[in-house]
């Protein structure tokens, strides 16, 4: 195998190519075919279903139902699997169940001179589609970042999408909707999947928001179907920047940028390397653990790094803090001899991992918050998946004293600001409260 050679650029380097990205041209490449699916689901339903099951999955099935299974299909599975992948899973869910207990709760309530009681209500969405990439790969952890967010919140109903596979990944996958307590399955995958979620299906019914990771084209059917359905976000292909000095281990370095580059050919690892020379024993280690790991030229990871693998060279820490800034990775590690310094408020990533001995695989499995994390870029604008987008909110005000000066004020304030407006009939509405509340 040919070794791997990671780009080397400097810092003015790579902020002039980052610059330079179109994050959604991958979207932009698959958004005709994806058009022409939804449209087909939304209009044919399951006759579509089975055409493109048939034509992506190479599987010729007579009905959807064949591809659906419930809560007892799914204790079936269950109780089929290894007692340490239950085990396993069974921790995975506590992890993902402990973080997410001490998020804040959105409920509030307060008062003032005018208003009796204003504030927010919480209430959870009704029914979900869960995403879950599937097919020669399978990603249990992927049906428990998102299942147990969505029971905890009290969402009713559960439903749960993923490609066909085989049997043994089939029930491993069931086995997990158990553990997360889904309420449905059906064994769909990528865009003609999304599409049956959002519109329903003689055999789907539609669903109120779509959760979950997926390939190009199911995040462009998600960007299609917003605004008919909620979805979570655009989540792409896995993302990392590791920012380090020379107190790093360079072996840790190197497997965790191998790691999330085997996620797929397409991922992004990225190496920034603060007043340290350590580019040779880096790479050094990177080809190391490709041969330990048995991994080829043909492997996702080789062809990640070998792409998009890039170490960065920068001055200071303040540099590598602009180079995170301007990237927005999905995971972030620090690797430093000294954190005393560093305010991970002025740093925009979607999870951060501080320190040697951690790491963005354990924030795809164990950690406790969702690995469900925006991509190319987005994390300057919107967050990793957590409890608070299984709700939606109101707010609520109740008017205490209708005769008071304050309250008074509040009617006219909002009447001229309608007349400016020239929104009149606005105006009259607030109008007629002045008369009758103070004869005027």
Request: hydrophobic share 40%; aromatic share 8%.
């Amino acid at each position: 195998m040919k070794d791997i050679t990671l780009n080397q650029i400097s810092f003015e380097e790579f902020l002039l190519f980052q610059r330079a990205q179109d994050p959604l041209k991958d979207l932009d490449d698959v958004s005709e075919d994806v058009s022409k699916i939804i449209k087909d689901v939304k209009r044919n339903g399951d006759s579509a279903l089975l055409k493109y099951t048939e034509k992506f999955d190479k599987l010729k099935i007579s009905s959807v139902e064949e591809l659906s299974f419930d809560k007892k299909d799914m204790e079936s599975a269950f109780n089929s699997i290894d007692e340490e992948i239950k085990l396993s899973l069974g921790h995975l869910k506590e992890r993902i169940h402990s973080f997410h207990e001490s998020v804040p709760q959105q409920d509030w309530e307060s008062h003032d001179e005018i208003f009796e009681k204003f504030g927010q209500i919480s209430r959870p969405i009704r029914r979900v589609g869960l995403y879950a990439p599937g097919g020669n790969a399978i990603y249990p952890s992927s049906v428990l970042m998102t299942s147990v967010l969505a029971k905890m919140s009290g969402v009713k109903e559960i439903l749960l999408s993923f490609p066909p596979s085989h049997k043994e990944l089939l029930e491993l996958m069931l086995a997990s909707a158990y553990i997360g307590e889904v309420d449905e399955v059906v064994c769909l995958g990528g865009a003609q999947s999304i599409a049956a979620m959002t519109y329903g299906t003689e055999s789907i019914k539609k669903v109120d928001k779509i959760f979950g990771p997926g390939n190009h084209y199911v995040a462009e059917a998600k960007r299609q179907v917003f605004g008919i359905v909620g979805i979570d976000g655009l989540t792409g292909p896995s993302e990392v920047m590791i920012i380090a000095d020379e107190s790093a281990d360079n072996k840790m370095l190197a497997l965790d940028l191998i790691a999330q580059a085997e996620h797929g050919p397409n991922s992004t690892c990225i190496l920034v390397l603060i007043n340290s020379n350590k580019n040779k024993e880096v790479q050094k280690e990177i080809n190391n653990c490709f041969h330990h790991l048995k991994f080829g030229e043909n492997s996702n990871a080789y062809y990640s790094l070998e792409k998009y693998g890039k170490i960065v060279n920068v001055g200071s820490f303040k540099e590598a803090k602009d180079i995170c800034n301007e990237f927005n990775p999905e995971h972030l590690q620090i690797v430093l001899s000294s954190y005393e310094n560093i305010n991970l408020k002025e740093l925009y990533a979607g999870a951060i991992f501080l320190g040697q001995n951690n790491s963005a695989v354990l924030g795809d499995y164990c950690a406790g918050p969702s690995h469900v994390i925006p991509t190319n870029g987005a994390t300057k604008f919107s967050s990793q998946l957590t409890i608070q987008d299984f709700f939606v909110n109101s707010s609520f005000t109740q008017v205490k004293n209708s005769r008071s000066k304050k309250f008074e004020k509040v009617l006219k304030t909002s009447r001229f600001i309608a007349k400016q407006e020239g929104l009149m009939a606005h105006a009259e509405a607030v109008e007629s409260r002045i008369k009758k509340l103070f004869n005027r």
